[in-house]
């Protein structure tokens, strides 16, 4: 999950040392997301979305991180690609930095004659987006289906302030992007009680924690989130 702005600060220069990152994880077989956090209107959104998300682009990745505070309807272009080429899309729902949680929280209409928050209606456009593009779900019997969108929510919050239900289930299950572990504080192992049922396919992102510690680190982090994953309750999965 690269973090586009510290490549993007260096210019060209930057942005080659990313294509090459990019293209050798690509070799490898590893799965990217670009966290890019990207949003506009109209036909800048959707330049954003096929720089990112278009297969043969030297900035392919397998999803990248959108915002949707002009209006969920912004990401079409992105949703394009989630639909015609399998790509992914993490839309930032709610997050740890304290001057979003006033925008995040205010009240908007439902689409019913009500109002939630502005967290809140984005996962239930996410929820209606991944419901209406389910994909099959792999044949064994235990696989259960995953949405190609999902949300990014910080670890560090308490979601019942967002107007968020940890307890609803979502089907297809929604992928969540949890930043927030390591340096800023969460716990992998409480990880099943801050996200509940929305855990149900959640990636774990941690960075300067493992970094911090170069290679011996990184093996210790991989260590200490694979004693925590057995010991997470059940509908808490892992990716």
Same mark, same amino acid.
């Given at each position: 999950?690269?973090?586009?702005?510290?490549? /993007?600060? #260096?210019?060209?220069?930057?942005?080659?040392?990313?294509?090459?990152?990019?293209?050798?994880?690509?070799?490898?077989? @590893?799965?990217?997301?670009? !966290?890019?956090?990207?949003? !506009?209107?109209?036909?800048?959104?959707?330049?954003? *979305?096929?720089?990112?998300?278009?297969?043969?682009?030297?900035?392919?990745?397998?999803?990248? =991180?959108?915002?949707?505070?002009?209006?969920? $309807? =912004?990401?079409?272009?992105?949703?394009?690609?989630? =639909?015609?080429?399998?790509?992914?899309?993490?839309?930032?729902?709610?997050?740890?930095?304290? /001057?979003?949680?006033?925008?995040?929280?205010?009240?908007?209409? !439902?689409?019913?004659?009500?109002?939630?928050?502005?967290?809140?209606?984005?996962?239930?456009?996410?929820?209606? #987006?991944?419901?209406?593009?389910?994909?099959? *779900?792999?044949?064994?019997? !235990?696989?259960?289906?995953?949405?190609?969108?999902?949300?990014?929510?910080?670890?560090?919050?308490?979601?019942?302030?967002?107007?968020?239900?940890?307890?609803?289930?979502?089907?297809? *299950?929604?992928? @969540?992007?949890?930043?927030?572990?390591?340096?800023? $504080?969460?716990?992998? *192992?409480?990880?099943?009680?801050?996200?509940?049922?929305?855990?149900?396919?959640?990636? @774990?992102?941690?960075? &300067?924690? @493992?970094?911090?510690?170069?290679?011996?680190?990184?093996?210790?982090?991989?260590?200490?989130?694979?004693?925590?994953?057995?010991?997470?309750?059940? &509908?808490?999965?892992?990716?």
């Amino acid at each position: 999950k690269p973090q586009v702005a510290f490549f /993007e600060r #260096f210019g060209a220069a930057g942005y080659a040392a990313l294509e090459r990152v990019l293209a050798d994880a690509r070799e490898a077989g @590893v799965l990217l997301i670009a !966290d890019v956090k990207r949003g !506009d209107v109209g036909s800048s959104c959707d330049a954003y *979305a096929d720089a990112w998300l278009s297969p043969g682009s030297p900035l392919e990745s397998d999803a990248m =991180t959108a915002s949707a505070f002009q209006g969920f $309807g =912004t990401l079409a272009g992105a949703l394009g690609h989630v =639909t015609e080429h399998g790509k992914g899309l993490f839309v930032l729902v709610a997050t740890s930095n304290p /001057e979003a949680k006033a925008v995040q929280t205010a009240r908007v209409p !439902d689409g019913s004659g009500g109002d939630r928050s502005l967290s809140a209606q984005l996962l239930a456009e996410i929820a209606a #987006f991944n419901a209406e593009h389910r994909l099959t *779900a792999p044949s064994n019997a !235990d696989a259960t289906a995953v949405g190609s969108v999902g949300a990014v929510l910080g670890a560090t919050l308490n979601f019942a302030d967002f107007g968020i239900d940890t307890d609803a289930e979502r089907t297809p *299950a929604l992928p @969540v992007l949890a930043p927030g572990f390591g340096h800023q $504080g969460a716990s992998v *192992a409480e990880a099943g009680t801050i996200f509940g049922a929305l855990g149900a396919a959640l990636l @774990v992102s941690e960075s &300067r924690s @493992v970094l911090r510690g170069g290679s011996a680190g990184l093996a210790q982090r991989v260590r200490e989130h694979a004693e925590s994953i057995h010991s997470t309750p059940g &509908r808490v999965r892992h990716g």
